[in-house]
């Protein structure tokens, strides 16, 4: 898997947007960006995906720069349940390969 | 969604025994299951992947004699350590890949803690 680069922690007041940014300068044609987060003493749970257009679902969206090399997942009103640590990773699912965790980041969310 | 249960949820035993994880996929079949552990504060390692009716393949500097995996059928999964030391002491997650979903649909179970005396 290409490699991504996150910011270890972010804190975001509760009900407020949070924008998590993922630079992945050497993403292939074919990876797909796909988020997961990790709730504490959890397993990890699928967020979103995409590939090239913006996407949104029920959990967050996921916005995509133009060249492909950065993203950002947007949680539209955190709340405390979203404390977590959010995981950026590229998967060529051509492979259909297995997924590598890089360090994520640790989002605080404060009351 | 769909489901992935492991069993026990948490584990202590003394140093030497050896433990049994399960993993199991409720409501799909998964032809491949991935075995991680994680450390306090570290993220996850993959430990190895596990093929539905052939051998594991392991991860780089994963002992396959001490950690044994057998995918037995296409929903269940278990993962041995033997001869578990304290230092095994660690989260230990497995995912599910979804035979029939969309390509690279991979589910999580909740984890196993296993602590080692």
């Known amino acids: 898997d290409a490699k991504t680069t996150q910011p270890n922690s972010m804190e975001s007041n509760e009900e407020e947007p949070v924008h998590l940014p993922c630079n992945h300068s050497t993403i292939s044609g074919t990876d797909y960006i796909h988020w997961y987060r990790q709730l504490p003493s959890q397993g990890p749970e699928y967020v979103i995906h995409?590939?090239?257009s913006n996407v949104n679902n029920r959990m967050a969206s996921l916005a995509i720069a133009e060249d492909r090399k950065s993203s950002t997942l947007i949680l539209h009103r955190a709340t405390l349940r979203d404390a977590a640590v959010y995981y950026c990773?590229?998967?060529?699912?051509?492979?259909?390969?297995?997924?590598?965790f890089g360090k994520g980041t640790r989002l605080h969310i404060l009351p | 969604g769909a489901v992935v249960s492991q069993h026990p949820s948490r584990v202590i035993c003394k140093s030497g025994t050896s433990v049994k994880i399960e993993c199991r996929s409720l409501?799909?079949?998964?032809?491949?299951m991935f075995w991680y552990r994680q450390f306090p504060k570290q993220s996850l390692m993959l430990m190895a992947t596990?093929?539905?009716?052939?051998?594991?393949?392991?991860e780089q500097g994963v002992e396959k004699d001490k950690f044994l995996i057998n995918h037995a059928s296409l929903t269940l999964s278990t993962l041995t350590v033997t001869s578990a030391h304290p230092e095994d002491s660690s989260f230990y997650i497995c995912s599910a890949r979804d035979l029939l979903a969309v390509r690279g649909t991979q589910y999580f179970g909740p984890g196993t803690r296993l602590t080692v005396l």
């Open positions: 596990s093929n539905e009716g052939s051998k594991a393949t392991y």
């Open positions: 995409g590939l090239t």
């Open positions: 990773i590229l998967r060529d699912v051509g492979r259909d390969d297995k997924i590598i």
């Open positions: 409501d799909f079949q998964a032809t491949t």
